[in-house]
């Protein structure tokens, strides 16, 4: 069963929809990847033949390493888009989608570019909300 799925940036000028099914989520720990999030990546991914860029006015694209190519919004910054020249797969930044779709994080890869500032498993504490009690030092 197709659904439809939607999303886009933080100002709204790019927004894309997707008519089928989301792939679980990968977290990308790699130094580009860290350098345009500010942390690492988390991406669904898609079929090309399933993706609609709906609006793109601002949509700006920056090539990191040859053949491949990021997708942001020139207004507002946010990450969107990662994929291959000709690939048949468009990765989708998770934090764009504008709903819950039940995806979760099935492999975390490039572990051994990851930030010594963070573990890779989850075991920190997850809070719903930003209340949380770490002290300043
Ligand atoms: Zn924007
Ligand atoms: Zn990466």
């Known amino acids: 069963m197709s659904q439809l799925i939607t ?5 709204g000028r790019v927004r894309y929809q997707v008519l089928g099914k ?5 977290a990308c720990h790699c130094v580009q ?19 609609t ?5 601002t949509l700006k694209w920056y090539v990191a390493v040859p053949g491949f190519r990021r997708g942001f919004c020139g207004e ?10 000709g690939g048949e797969r468009v990765s989708i930044a ?7 779709h ?5 492999a975390h890869i490039f572990a051994s570019e990851a930030g010594d500032y ?18 300043l030092p």
């Not at 039940?102 to 099935?106: C, R, T, V």
């Open 102 to 106: 039940g995806l979760k994080i099935a």
């Open 33 to 51: 990847c860290r350098r345009s999030s500010g942390h690492f990546v988390t991406a669904t991914a898609c079929r090309r033949r399933e993706f």
């Open 7 to 11: 999303g886009g940036c933080m100002c």
């Open 118 to 135: 963070y573990p890779i498993e989850p075991s920190v504490p997850v809070l719903p909300r930003g209340g949380h009690t770490v002290p």
């Open 76 to 85: 507002c910054g946010s990450s969107l888009f990662f994929e291959e020249d």
């Open 22 to 26: 989301l792939r679980d989520i990968v």
């Open 53 to 57: 860029l709906v609006k793109g006015e």
């Open 94 to 100: 998770a934090g764009s989608l504008d709903k819950p």
